[in-house]
């Protein structure tokens, strides 16, 4: 069984640049989850994807958009980046959209100078 | 909106000793998540509570969903270095999306 993978791992943008971040789900999995985790911080729900559409946002501007594929594998898009958007980016999948025992991929640091 | 307040905020801990943490809400909740985070790397689940009551043990890791529904508690027996990392506990809000504390970091006393 493979787990959530994340990638890139690290990635440094310009204010104002774009940035596209991907997520493959745990096997089975067809929910993707996306969360923002500031440093000394715990995560804070972005959107979560059930079988292509989105399934519920949290409090991020529409900046913030995303996808999910027919694999279920999924995609964060920020625009316009801001100081403020450097955080660990997390994917969580979960067997369901109705389940709330998400699996973690490892993240990825976006750095926005 | 609904927050999850989580303490202590640190603790240091000695190899052998036994650890407590809590997460307290003035909102009810209906499920409670006990998650794991070591540097680097993303949450892990430890725990899923889903009754009011309910004690569910992970090895050395106990947890309790508390009966007001309101809090829930980490117990950790017996600590090993490898417990050092920051503890989450997290829970659905009212749109069914999960709200999550600011953590407990654990580290070893030196």
């Known amino acids: 069984e493979t787990g959530v993978t994340q990638s890139p791992t690290h990635l440094i943008k310009t204010r104002g640049q774009q940035v596209t971040l991907r997520c493959s789900s745990q096997?089975?999995?067809?929910?993707v989850s996306w969360y923002q985790q500031a440093l000394g911080q715990g995560p804070q729900f972005i959107f979560q994807?059930?079988?292509?559409?989105?399934?519920g946002r949290g409090n991020f501007p529409p900046r913030f958009s995303g996808l999910q594929f027919p694999n279920y594998s999924s995609e964060l898009n920020v625009n316009a980046l801001e100081l403020d958007d450097s955080a660990l980016y997390l994917c969580?999948?979960?067997?369901?959209?109705?389940?709330?025992?998400?699996?973690f991929g490892p993240g990825t640091r976006l750095t926005v100078t | 909106g609904q927050q999850l307040n989580q303490s202590p905020q640190s603790m240091f801990i000695q190899e052998g000793e036994d650890v407590s943490m809590n997460c307290t809400s003035s909102?009810?909740?209906?499920?409670w998540l006990w998650y794991k985070q070591d540097p680097g790397e993303g949450p892990v689940l430890l725990i899923a509570?889903?009754?009011a009551g309910e004690l569910t043990s992970n090895g050395r890791l106990t947890a309790q969903f508390g009966i007001t529904r309101k809090d829930s508690f980490l117990n950790i027996s017996a600590s090993i270095p490898s417990d050092v990392g920051i503890y989450f506990c997290?829970?659905?809000?009212?749109?069914?999306?999960?709200?999550w504390g600011a953590g407990t970091k654990l580290i070893i006393k030196p």
């Open positions: 969580a999948s979960s067997l369901t959209s109705s389940s709330y025992e998400q699996y």
């Open positions: 096997s089975g999995h067809n929910t």
């Open positions: 994807y059930y079988r292509e559409e989105e399934n």
């Open positions: 909102s009810i909740f209906n499920t």
């Open positions: 509570l889903y009754k």
């Open positions: 997290a829970g659905p809000n009212s749109n069914y999306q999960l709200i």
